[in-house]
């Protein structure tokens, strides 16, 4: 995640944007960007990658309903100086 946020939101810190559409499309561009880049030390990219090796071993999502196991309910103070 660390990674993701130094190669495509960090980049975004001084654009504006006028439009959550407009965002989003510079937000999938990068993104598409960082997944063409070649992964450090193996010689495809992230993109080749996932579609070689990922991808194929993905099963669907269950059919059937999750059911929660445990829930908690949590308070957030205030920070205040």
Not at 38 to 55: C, G, H, S, W, Y
Request: no cysteine.
């Amino acid at each position: 995640m660390k990674l993701l946020y130094r190669r495509v939101y960090s980049e975004l810190h001084n654009e504006v944007f006028y439009s959550l559409d407009e965002l989003n499309r510079t937000v999938a561009a990068k993104m598409l960007a960082h997944n063409r880049k070649r992964i450090q030390r193996l010689p495809d990219p992230r993109e080749m990658r996932f579609l070689a090796v990922e991808k194929p071993a993905l099963r669907p999502i269950p059919a059937t309903e999750l059911k929660i196991l445990s829930q908690t309910e949590l308070n957030v103070g205030l920070n205040v100086e």
